[in-house]
């Protein structure tokens, strides 16, 4: 079946630090990769995505590259804030032949990130 | 309204009770998604919505637990006699289609069973 794998957390880093979270993946078809991020008392929300094999997603200084070869989509991102501090979740959504959608999201476990100043 | 929707914000009930959690997607959105979020365990895809038909209810852990949804819009979750072991979070996600990957998720509805 398909199914997302996520680093472990909790990942405590200091302010301007370099993140990387890994995410990688199995998948039978042709899966979409996406980062959502739940911040504090917040619901979840889509930070970046990408559709196809070599594809950068970006977002609010974050990226993550589609590695069809490694399977993986690893966060990044050069400079963490304080407000960068929310679980992050890689997620998979697949296409099937001729463009059929199976609808939902597969989800990572999530990875817990908290930047002290 | 402006996004997705869900009440109640927490829920306590006893063991046995039914419950009922609502879900009010973005309007126009066709694609409506429940998940369960419990601690340590990620996020649980439970069942989909494409209309008022349900093509995925493979992740519903058991016949205790039924979803509909009316007229395109709203769609209510519920949990017969309750086990302490659905105690979670349970999420609503809308998207505009379900050929559109971004989805958009509610605040959730806390559900602790004593």
């Known amino acids: 079946g398909n199914s997302v794998t996520q680093m472990e957390g909790p990942v405590t880093l200091s302010e301007e630090a370099f993140l990387t979270i890994n995410c990688t993946y199995t998948?039978?078809?042709?899966?979409?990769l996406f980062w959502y991020v739940q911040y504090p008392g917040e619901g979840l929300q889509l930070l970046l995505k990408?559709?196809?094999?070599?594809d950068k997603g970006s977002n609010k200084g974050f990226e993550a590259t589609y590695r069809k070869e490694t399977t993986s989509f690893h966060l990044e991102k050069g400079s963490v804030q304080v407000s960068d501090s929310a679980v992050y979740f890689c997620?998979?959504?697949?296409?099937?032949?001729?463009?059929?959608?199976?609808?939902?999201?597969?989800f990572g476990q999530g990875t817990i990130l908290t930047v002290h100043p | 309204g402006a996004g997705v929707s869900q009440s109640p914000s927490n829920k306590v009930t006893e063991k046995g009770k039914d419950v009922e959690l609502r879900c009010d997607p973005i309007?126009?959105?066709?694609?409506l998604y429940w998940y369960r979020q419990s601690l340590g365990q990620g996020l649980e895809f439970l069942i989909y919505?494409?209309?008022?038909?349900?093509?995925?209810k493979s992740g519903l852990p058991s016949d205790r637990f039924s979803a509909e949804r009316t007229g395109g819009s709203v769609s209510t979750l519920t949990i017969q006699r309750t086990q302490q072991e659905d105690s979670a979070v349970y999420l609503c996600a809308s998207s505009l289609t379900i050929w559109t990957g971004e989805l958009f998720f509610g605040e959730g509805s806390r559900l602790t069973v004593l």
């Open positions: 998948a039978t078809g042709y899966p979409s």
């Open positions: 919505f494409q209309g008022n038909s349900a093509p995925d």
């Open positions: 990408a559709t196809k094999a070599d």
């Open positions: 309007s126009g959105h066709t694609a």
């Open positions: 997620a998979l959504r697949i296409l099937g032949a001729g463009g059929t959608s199976y609808g939902k999201l597969t």
